[in-house]
């Protein structure tokens, strides 16, 4: 577990508590999902974090959002970028989230880098393309408060009655 230690924090890397991950995964509603609170080690993350704030970002706009993205990371030459894209796509990670997704055929992964400023946003949508089997986000945000806006609101099609109620919300 060379590659995944040199990345994930070591509380998630003890096998009983990808066990509860697991179980916590395939537990949550209304959907499987899992919120991984200081996954990465810091230092690694920081330099992530650096790096990808480096990059150039170019505005995108629909009725569905409006952000700056990057490029795709995969072509970027900074070496953290690299070592990290090389990382995410490792047969070791991917073993890794098999096991706690139970998802069998994970493949390539997708990598952007995303920038929501004042006004920016993403509408409520479902992550479901032929080809995606899990999405993820990487928030390196600091000091964010929930008045600043722009929770991850995880969506029920309907609860109570109404349609589109958040179920859950990370700040």
Known sequence: MVILADWISTEYLDKNRILQLKKQFLTNKPFPY???????IAKKADALKKALLSLQYER?????????????????????IQ???AFYN??????????????KEIKGID???FIYEDTDYLLPHDDRLQSRKIAYVLNFSEKFIEKDGGQLEFFSTIRNGKE???VKVVT
């Open 34 to 40: 899992l919120i991984l609170k200081d996954f990465f």
């Open 60 to 80: 995108k706009n629909s009725d569905l959002f409006s952000f700056l993205q990057s490029g795709d990371l995969k072509v970027v030459k900074n070496r953290v």
């Open 83 to 85: 070592e990290f894209v």
């Open 90 to 103: 490792s047969e070791e990670l991917k073993k890794y989230i098999s096991t706690i997704t139970t998802e």
């Open 111 to 113: 990598l952007s880098g």
């Open 164 to 166: 589109f109620t958040p």
